[in-house]
Each structure stands twice: as C-alpha cells, then as structure tokens.
C-alpha cells in the first residue's frame, strides 16, 4: 500500500464586499501562485513593429498566459454583479485597479459607520417612559446595521 501525501489546493478568497481584507488575502494568494508581479505591474506588451527576439517573444507570451490565469482566479473570487462592471479589462492590474477604485473608499465608509454603530450601542439605554418593546426594538434595530455593516459578534 502506498501513501500519497495529497496537496490541497486552497480556495480562491471570495471578494465579500471589503477591498482591503480581499486585497490582503488575494495578494498572498496570487504571490503563492507566482502571479502577483503581474498583477502589480502589468503585462509587458510587445512594442509594435519592433523586432523580438525568440526568448523576448517567449518571456512575452508566458507573461501573457500568467496573467490569463490570475486572471482566472480574480474572476472566481468576483461575483456576477460585479464581474458584469469589469468584464471589458483586458489584464488581471485592470482587474485589480477597477475593483480597488470601485470598493476601496467603500470598506472605509462601512468601518466608519460600523465605529459610530458601536459606540450607539455602548451608550444605548432606556428612557424615562420608553417600554421595555420600544427599548427592545431600537437595540435590534442598531445590532442589525452593525452587521449589514460587517460586525460578526
């Protein structure tokens, strides 16, 4: 009997709408993938009318089938709403910016909100004549936007 050791391939990290945790954990995994350098800085492209060399033309092509492939794995992690906005971005930095550009500011509003949310709740009492139903539901009211908000406690 033979023992394989089996590699598990880890998943793609599913954007859930908060660009800087995504882009942290995306970045690390397109640098396991050898991808980040293009994600980064772009695709080569080859100059028109210039005269490549058979090794520059080959590093071309394998920059552009590395990038066909974090390209891939950007389009697994996005869901169809959004891969609808970005499906005209030739390279997997198009990808990346578009996304960063379109979310970014987003996840900083939602923080915000979320601290202001917190410190409702840590202040939340009852009033004077308020029954314990009102009190109630103005407590829920403020635990479910801070968790449309992204808290998870």
């Known amino acids: 009997m033979t023992t394989e050791s089996s590699f598990v391939q880890p998943a793609v990290p599913m954007f859930d709408g908060y660009y800087d945790h995504w882009a942290v954990l995306m970045e690390n995994f397109l640098r396991a ?21 058979e090794a520059q033309r080959k590093h071309i092509e394998d920059q552009q089938l590395k990038d066909l492939k ?33 979310y970014q500011g987003t996840t900083r509003v939602k923080y915000g909100n979320l601290q202001a949310l917190r410190k409702g709740f840590e202040i939340l009492h009852m ?7 009102e009190y109630f539901s103005r407590t829920l009211a403020i635990a479910n936007k801070m968790k449309v908000n992204g808290e998870d406690k």
């Open 33 to 53: 993938k050898e991808y980040w350098g293009l994600v980064e800085n772009g695709v080569p492209a080859m100059a028109e009318g210039a005269v490549l060399t």
């Open 70 to 102: 974090a390209k891939n794995y950007m389009f697994q992690a996005l869901d169809r709403s959004i891969l609808e906005t970005i499906l005209n971005k030739t390279t997997a930095k198009d990808i990346r910016d578009s996304v960063k550009r379109k």
């Open 127 to 133: 009033k004077q004549g308020e029954s314990m139903n």
